[in-house]
C-alpha cells in the first residue's frame, strides 16, 4: 500500500522543515503547494501557521487559501493546523485586532492573562482528548495566545498556563492543534500517524491507542504539577568548521564531536530542545552553514534554535527551511536593531531569541559583550535587554562570558537583573554550569530554561540527572 501524500501549505515564510521530516516518519508523502484549488480537493491537507496572525490571514485571503481551508472544513475533508495555522480557522485574535481569520470555525483567540512568562515556550501537559489525542502526555509549545473553549462538535485537549486553555481539538478526521505535534518527540510522531490513518481511511493498530495510550500519557504526566511548563534542558551546540567545539570564556577550543551525532544522542537522553550556533560564521562574514543545520533536522525530531551568521531576514528564512525552529541573533542585532524587528514581524515573536552575552568591567557592571567575546560596548546589560524586547524578542539568551567553561555556576545577580529588565519574555542561563545544583539555583532564580555545553558533552552532568534535581527542587520537568 503506497503511502498517503499530505498537502501543506505553502505561506511563504515559516519553519516547515520540521513538518515535512515529521510527517515523512509518520508514514506520508508532504508536497509543499501554493494552489488553492489543489488545497481545497486534496485528500489530505495540512495549514502550518508561524508569523503575527493579521499578516498571515491576508496572506491567506490573498492568495485563496484561506478560503480552500475553510471549504475543507465545512466539507469535513481531512485537515490538520498547527499554532498559528490552528488559530488562523478561527474568526478574530486579540494579537491582531481588527484583523480576520479564516472563519471556518466560530470564536476568538485570546491572549494569555498570566504573569507567567510569554511566549510559552517548551513542553506542557496535556489532559484529555478523543481518540487521536487521548493519551499524548506531554507536548511542545511556543504560544503567547489560546482558544478558550472548542466550538461545537468538537473534542477538546487541555493544558494549562496559569489558566486553563484548549490544546487541539478534533473533529472526525480534521485536527487543529495548539502545540507543534513535529515538534513533541514520539508522543507527537504517533498523533501525526494516527491522523494520516485516519484521515487515509486505513485501519489497524498503533503503539500508543487505547489502553496503551491512556498507560504512557499516566506515565509521562506522573509528577506534573499544574499551570507550569516544563523547565527546559538545552544543550548547546557551538560548531566550528563543521564540529561541535567547547572552550572557557570563549577561547581554547577543543573538538566535541559531530552536530548532527551529538544532536541524536541528546533527543534519545531526553532535551527538550538544542540551540545551534555557528560561532565563527559571524566573525568571518559568512553565512550559518545550512547544510549542517539540515543534517542535525535528518536525525533529530528536538525543536531547534539556530544562530551565527545571520544578517538578513533571507538568511533567517534560509536557516528556518533548513529546519531551525527558532533564529538566535547577538552583536548583528545590537548593531541592526531592525533586524530584530524584521524576524519578529516575518516569523514571530516566538521565532526571534536575542542573545545576550555579559562581561562584568572592574566597576563591576555587566556590560553587552559582541563578537564572540572580543568587543565590549559601553552599555549595562539590562538596558539591551529592555530594547530588545522592545524590538520584539521573543525569547532572551543570557551567557556570562566571565562564567563561561569555569564551572563556577550562574552569575545569579546578573541573571535576577536580566529578569527585571526583560518582563514576562523567557530567559534562557547559560555559562559557568558544572552540577544540577547550578541549575537549581539558576531555575529558583527565575529562568525558563538552562543552556549547557561542556559539562554534558564530557559527560560530567546528564540530562536525566538534572531533571531529577529540577523535580525534587519542586521545578516541573519533562521526564
Given amino acids: 500500500m503506497s503511502a498517503p501524500l499530505v498537502l501543506v501549505a505553502d505561506l511563504g515564510r515559516a519553519n516547515i522543515a520540521s513538518l515535512m521530516a515529521a510527517l515523512s516518519r509518520a508514514g506520508a508523502v508532504p508536497r509543499l503547494c501554493r494552489d488553492p484549488l489543489q488545497l481545497a480537493a486534496a485528500p489530505i491537507a495540512a495549514l502550518p501557521g508561524v508569523g503575527a496572525f493579521g499578516e498571515v490571514a491576508s496572506r491567506l485571503t490573498r492568495s485563496g487559501i484561506g478560503a480552500a481551508f475553510k471549504e475543507r472544513i465545512a466539507k469535513g475533508l481531512p485537515s490538520l493546523g498547527i499554532c498559528l495555522?490552528?488559530?488562523?480557522?478561527?474568526?478574530?485574535?486579540?494579537?491582531?485586532?481588527?484583523?480576520?481569520?479564516?472563519g471556518a470555525l466560530p470564536g476568538r483567540i485570546s491572549r494569555f492573562s498570566t504573569g507567567l512568562p510569554l511566549?510559552?515556550?517548551?513542553?506542557?501537559?496535556?489532559?484529555?482528548?478523543?481518540?487521536?489525542?487521548?493519551?499524548?502526555?506531554?507536548?511542545?509549545?511556543?504560544?503567547?495566545?489560546?482558544?478558550?473553549?472548542?466550538?461545537?462538535?468538537?473534542?477538546?485537549?487541555?493544558?494549562?498556563?496559569?489558566?486553563?486553555?484548549?490544546?487541539?481539538?478534533?473533529?472526525?478526521?480534521?485536527?487543529?492543534?495548539?502545540?507543534?505535534?513535529?515538534?513533541?518527540?514520539?508522543?507527537?510522531?504517533?498523533?501525526?500517524?494516527?491522523?494520516?490513518?485516519?484521515?487515509?481511511?486505513?485501519?489497524?493498530?498503533?503503539?500508543?491507542?487505547?489502553?496503551?495510550?491512556?498507560?504512557?500519557?499516566?506515565?509521562?504526566l506522573a509528577g506534573a504539577g499544574p499551570g507550569r511548563s516544563a523547565v527546559r534542558i538545552i544543550p548547546c551546540l557551538d560548531v566550528d568548521k563543521g564540529r561541535v567545539v567547547k572552550g572557557t570564556r570563549f577561547l581554547d577550543l577543543k573538538d566535541m564531536g559531530d552536530p548532527a551525532e551529538l544532536a541524536w544522542r541528546y533527543e534519545k537522553e531526553g532535551a527538550d530542545e538544542l540551540t545551534f550556533l555557528d560561532i565563527s560564521a559571524g566573525l568571518q562574514g559568512r553565512d550559518t552553514a545550512a547544510h549542517t543545520i539540515r543534517a542535525v533536522r535528518a536525525r533529530c525530531g528536538l525543536p531547534m534554535c539556530a544562530g551565527g551568521g545571520v544578517r538578513s531576514l533571507a538568511d533567517a528564512e534560509a536557516l528556518l527551511a533548513a529546519g531551525a525552529d527558532k533564529i538566535a541573533i547577538n552583536s548583528r542585532a545590537y548593531r541592526d536593531p531592525g533586524l530584530v524587528q524584521g524576524i519578529a514581524r516575518e516569523f514571530g515573536s516566538q521565532a526571534c531569541v536575542v542573545a545576550v552575552d555579559a562581561s562584568r568591567g572592574a566597576d563591576g557592571i555587566a556590560r553587552v559583550v559582541l563578537d564572540a567575546g572580543k568587543t565590549i560596548v559601553d552599555e549595562a546589560v539590562p538596558s539591551w535587554i529592555r530594547r530588545a524586547v522592545e524590538l520584539g524578542a521573543g525569547e532572551i539568551l543570557l551567557t556570562s562570558r566571565d562564567r563561561d567553561g569555569t564551572g563556577l555556576g550562574y552569575d545569579l545577580e546578573l541573571l535576577r537583573d536580566a529578569l527585571a529588565a526583560a518582563g514576562s519574555v523567557p530567559i534562557i542561563a547559560s555559562g559557568g554550569v558544572a552540577s544540577a545544583e547550578h541549575i537549581v539555583e539558576g531555575v529558583a532564580a527565575g529562568a525558563a530554561a538552562a543552556l549547557l555545553a561542556g559539562a554534558l558533552h564530557r559527560g560530567e552532568l546528564s540530562?536525566?540527572?538534572?531533571?531529577?534535581?529540577?523535580?525534587?527542587?519542586?521545578?516541573?520537568v519533562r521526564l
Fill in 85 to 102: 495555522g490552528m488559530q488562523l480557522f478561527f474568526g478574530s485574535s486579540d494579537e491582531s485586532p481588527g484583523a480576520e481569520g479564516i
Fill in 119 to 220: 511566549p510559552q515556550f517548551g513542553w506542557n501537559r496535556v489532559t484529555g482528548g478523543g481518540p487521536l489525542l487521548e493519551g499524548l502526555g506531554w507536548a511542545y509549545y511556543a504560544n503567547s495566545y489560546k482558544l478558550d473553549a472548542p466550538p461545537a462538535g468538537w473534542t477538546a485537549a487541555w493544558s494549562d498556563y496559569g489558566q486553563r486553555f484548549v490544546a487541539a481539538i478534533e473533529r472526525g478526521s480534521s485536527l487543529l492543534c495548539q502545540f507543534h505535534p513535529e515538534l513533541s518527540g514520539e508522543p507527537g510522531l504517533a498523533l501525526l500517524a494516527r491522523w494520516i490513518r485516519r484521515a487515509d481511511g486505513a485501519s489497524g493498530g498503533d503503539s500508543a491507542t487505547g489502553e496503551e495510550a491512556k498507560k504512557a500519557g499516566a506515565e509521562a
Fill in 463 to 476: 540530562i536525566r540527572s538534572i531533571k531529577l534535581a529540577l523535580r525534587r527542587a519542586g521545578a516541573e
